[in-house]
């Protein structure tokens, strides 16, 4: 019912990243990356994977003049990218993020004037992505565990800036583990976020291993989004808790409704 992807940087790290994604694509399930400029693109288009989403931008920010034009700028050479990868998806998030996860910038306060710029860079990336026919996911993260100082970080903050955008170049990619550590009550934000969502992730609760492995019961979530219309990807962003294809099975049967 869903399509299945699974993000390459996360599990089989044992092996070669190129190798990774071998393996997940003949495990039958979509692959993911994240920042493109640390893989060789050429071996990864040729390994046949077919991919889900990837990183859509180098560096940048959302609401200062100069971080604004580099996040264009820089989404501009993720399009190249994904076009040679046929990657439908790019990922976006509140700030520019270090090899850490965390802001480059802090913002630990958001004015309405950075609501209001960020609501302006997000129109100038969907003219990009209305243009090159691809398009870009804004991400909810969670200050509490993992990002702090991020802006415009839980799900009901990137749901009120894509949907203030309204276009079809601009999604959400809706991440229930960070929801679930910033939000909770995830069965009501899909409701009410889904006729904005490009892609959803999942992870469990805590730890960000996979399905089963905490407090979130991922089969009710599969069941409410089938019960609403949902037919598209669902994306493992989750460290495996022990074997990895047991993860991606614990993953897969969690969402066979």
């Known amino acids: 019912m869903f ?33 493109w400029t640390k893989h060789d693109i050429d071996a990864l288009a040729a390994t046949g994977a077919k991919f889900s989403s990837m990183t859509g931008y180098i560096e940048g920010d959302l609401i200062t003049e100069a971080g604004a034009q580099r996040l264009i700028e820089t989404a501009e050479q993720s399009i190249g990218i994904a076009k040679q990868l046929n990657c439908p998806r790019l990922n976006l998030h509140g700030t520019g993020l270090n090899d850490r996860g965390l802001p480059v910038a802090p913002t630990p306060i958001v004015t309405g004037a950075m609501w209001l710029a960020a609501q302006h860079t997000l129109q100038r990336v969907a003219e990009l992505g209305r243009r090159a026919d691809v398009v870009f996911c804004l991400e909810n993260l969670n200050t509490e565990v993992d ?27 809706l991440d229930l583990y960070h929801a679930q550590i910033g939000e909770g009550n995830l069965i ?17 609760v805590p730890g960000r291993c996979e399905p089963g ?8 979530i599969a069941r409410a989004l089938a019960q609403a219309g949902y037919r598209g990807t669902v994306g493992l962003e989750a460290w495996a808790s ?10 897969s049967d969690a969402f066979a409704v």
């Open 147 to 173: 990002h702090p100082g991020v802006p415009f970080a839980k799900a009901a903050d990137t749901l009120a800036l894509v949907s203030a955008v309204g276009s079809a170049h601009l999604r959400l990619n």
């Open 3 to 35: 399509e299945l992807a699974v993000c390459a940087e996360m599990v089989f790290r044992q092996l070669p990243f190129v190798e990774r994604v071998k393996k997940i694509a003949a495990l039958g399930f979509q692959v993911e990356i994240w920042d």
């Open 242 to 251: 022990g074997d990895d294809a047991r993860a991606l099975q614990r993953f």
């Open 188 to 204: 009501e934000l899909l409701r009410r976020a889904l006729p904005f969502v490009g892609e959803i992730q999942v992870a469990d």
């Open 213 to 220: 492995t905490g407090e979130i019961h991922y089969p009710a």
